[in-house]
Nanobody
Framework: VQLQASGGGLVQPGGSLRLSCAAS????????MNWYRQAPENQRELVAG???????NYADSVKGRFTISGDYAKNTVYLQMNSLKPEDTAVYYC????????????????WGQGTLVTVSS
């Protein structure tokens, strides 16, 4: 399974970006897709998560500014980021919990390569 993330870039404070992450490969079902981020010298943190049932959860630091959505028919998740702040600067990673076979309940975690978001004037 491969995750391809895109949409990062340089944006001014107060601006917006939309990240996308598409999963491909041996996928029977995706039970959750999440966005994490890691700033220099910081640990990787969960930014937002989206379950196959349509539930979303957010880190307190991004509530009201970021919106996660998904299209599991396309194995794709999006992160709309508005009102960006310099402290949102980080490498953003897509994560998916995938069940690969109909005959197995095992789920595996996969990560994308990361996309850099820089918020600066």
């Amino acid at each position: 399974v491969q995750l391809q993330a895109s949409g990062g870039g340089l944006v001014q404070p107060g601006g917006s970006l939309r990240l996308s992450c598409a999963a491909s490969g041996r996928i029977f079902s995706i039970n959750a897709m999440n966005w994490y981020r890691q700033a220099p010298e910081n640990q990787r943190e969960l930014v937002a998560g989206f379950t196959s049932g349509g539930s979303a959860n957010y880190a307190d630091s991004v509530k009201g500014r970021f919106t996660i959505s998904g299209d599991y028919a396309k194995n794709t998740v999006y992160l709309q980021m508005n009102s960006l702040k310099p402290e949102d600067t980080a490498v953003y990673y897509c994560h998916a919990r995938v069940r690969s076979y109909s005959w197995s309940l095992l789920e595996y975690n996969y990560w994308g390569q990361g996309t850099l978001v820089t918020v600066s004037s």
